[in-house]
């Protein structure tokens, strides 16, 4: 067992070890399936609740904010001896937002409970380290493999499966299905679970998490309200300043204190660096993709556009995603055989680039646009894919967790913002009066997506170049190769 923190796994009862990682895995595939939920039920919630889509959008933008902060926050406190019952409480938090968004109480318990939900993404993270410190290292590394893309396979599955049972029972019953799994995965995790006895306690930094949360919502809501208050309104750039003074708090804070939430000082490394931008950077794109497709497959014909899908559609349209980011776990080693390592990333970026190019061009079609979710999950998948070996690669062994939990931070971070963008951008295309936007909105909104995505080519190309003391000796190109040979053999 590594590094014995946990109690031995040959003195565990044999069905407790068998079902270990089943259940891990299972924790997984429900945390991504219940975050996934707010998608595809946006138009449904904005008609269902009287509200605008820009305010539906809440329903998703705020269980990956919330998510963006726990994460850093739970693996703190589940980085010591509380570890088990963090990730009870966790999961018993995500139960109780799944029954306060499935109760018909009005849109504002929706967004509360969705935002417990969200506590349920920094999960995964601790059912990996569940996995590496509990798992004998012989099946430790498929074990993690397996957790590592269940967060993809749970979005592909959860997509279609809650949008059958919203479209057959009502939005309401989609979320008491996703109480009935957290409740499974609750009393699982409960008896299988080991006890973790003999790490130190890890503080929390409660400061730190409270500045990130306050920030990171204070600058969402500028970005998605900010057509409707207008641009240039007093309480706008008010609330906008002191969200940035209150990012810089942080930043100051977490340079400054002994345990802090996250390590920012990690990112002196510029292969670290690469890898966190542009997981920033691809986040935003990614979920401002998903955000645009699933309204666009669900709006009237008589608007001129869109094909007025069922939720079903919806979500079946968003499974080639889900399948192709798996497969890309495949594709990475071919391409660090047959190009340069160095070039995986960049690569990812160009093929997700021409995923959006193809949504703002060609979009008259259903077929096309799976098509499109296909070609946009293999330039997901192999960006992520290789980030986590970028930074193995790149940091000392004490610093690996903390510098992929920053990492993970800063997709959350990307999620929330791609999916406010969304719904700022079509918000500016919808004339008064009017509840849908114009077809020229998600054009726009496509193409801000390729600049994003230029701009994250842009960032793997030049930041690796800079020269690091992290590694003397070592090179930039030599540290992005064997840190994705690293990631390609638990991937592959």
Sequence with gaps: MPGGSVESWTDR?????????????????????????????????????HVSLSSAQWSLTVTLLVGAVATPAMGRLGDGPRRRAVILGGAAVVLLGSVLAALPLGFGWLVAGRALQGVGLGLTPLAIATARDTVPVGRSHSAVALLSIT???????GYPL?????QSLGVHAGF????????????????????????????LDALGAVLLGAALAGLLLVLSEGEAWGWTSPGLLALAATSVLLLAWWTVHELRTAHPLVDLRLARNPVVLTADVAGLVAGVAIYLLISLVTRFVQTPVAAGYGFGASIVVTGLVLLPFSIASVAASKVVPVLARRTSAALVLPIGCVVSLLA??????????????????????????????????????????????????????LRYVGYSTGSALSAAVLQA????????PSGAGYGTAALIGCAVWVVATVVTIVLPRRRTAVRPGVDEESVVRQSTVKVTKVTG
Excluded: K, Y
């Excluded at 069905?15 to 945390?31: D, H, I, S």
């Design 13 to 49: 009862p044999q069905w407790r070890q068998r079902a270990l990682v089943p259940v891990l895995v299972f924790l997984g595939m429900v945390v991504a399936v219940i975050s996934s939920l707010g998608a595809p039920l946006v138009p449904t919630i904005a008609a269902l609740d």
């Design 176 to 203: 008491w299905f996703g109480a009935l799994i957290a409740a499974l995965a609750l009393v699982a995790a409960a008896v299988v679970l080991p006890p973790t006895t003999d790490r130190a306690p890890s503080p």
């Design 429 to 436: 295309h919808t004339a008064p009066g009017r509840l849908l």
């Design 162 to 166: 809650t949008g059958l049972i919203s």
């Design 151 to 157: 967060t993809v396979a749970g979005v592909g599955l």
């Design 356 to 409: 959006l190019l193809g949504f703002a061009c060609a979009r008259g079609s259903l077929w096309e646009l799976f098509v499109v979710m296909g070609i946009a999950g293999l330039g997901v998948g192999c960006t992520f894919a290789v980030m986590p070996g970028l930074i193995v690669g790149a940091v000392p062994a004490g610093e690996t967790g903390s510098a992929i939990g920053f990492n993970q931070v």
